[in-house]
């Protein structure tokens, strides 16, 4: 659930803006992912939003409209899920830590022979290389730590993916560094639609969750079209 606090909640908000009776059932409060499968293209963004209070992301993967609303925004590409981004914003998902520790501790290097005491060599001697193999080493084992840690919780693994296991790297074989950047974005998108990334500085679900404009037009149209053959069938 939603770390926000319960009672920001409003149900009379969107019971109201509908039209419905308190007493309706499902109830917005007590079962809100039943109700926004009822209800959820018929409410405002600015309502919808509340919803962020009861539910969490992973819970409102059950939902098309969310499914679909994600996907066409990972299928933008955004900058903030591109592999440089991405990797700032969730360490603990890019597997390759040591060469990311390496390059750590080639900028440490390149800092003490540049800059410290001015590149002195006389006052550097070896202090560069050995400032970068400490930096390297703390880069590794902190990234390391964070992959441990992300492997040790729960994963969800969408039933389509299977497949993709005949794309993985066979015994004794090494992914190269395109390899595993292709690998890391696509990880993050995959995390990021089933909701299970963890929200950011440059990303939250609420943006994408309620934005109706990532809707298909077609979907508009069909839900157009249901109200009106309901109203057809009430004449």
Known sequence: MSSQPRTLFDRSLSLSYLGLPDEYNPSPEKDPISFLTKHITQLPPHLL?????????????????????????????????????????WPNLWPGAERLGSQEGADEKAWADRDFLRGSKRHVGKLGSLLGGYEEDREAHRLRTLQREWEATERFIPEEDESSGDEMVGPGEEESLEELKASFERLVREQLIYGLLEASHHFDYDTVDWDECLDEEDAREAEDRWFEDDDNDLE
């Open 49 to 89: 939003l509340h919803f962020s209070y009861i539910t969490s992301a992973k819970e409102r993967t059950v939902l098309p409209v969310i499914r679909n609303r994600r996907l066409k925004y990972v299928s933008a590409n955004p900058s903030t899920l591109n592999f440089e981004s991405a990797k700032a914003q």
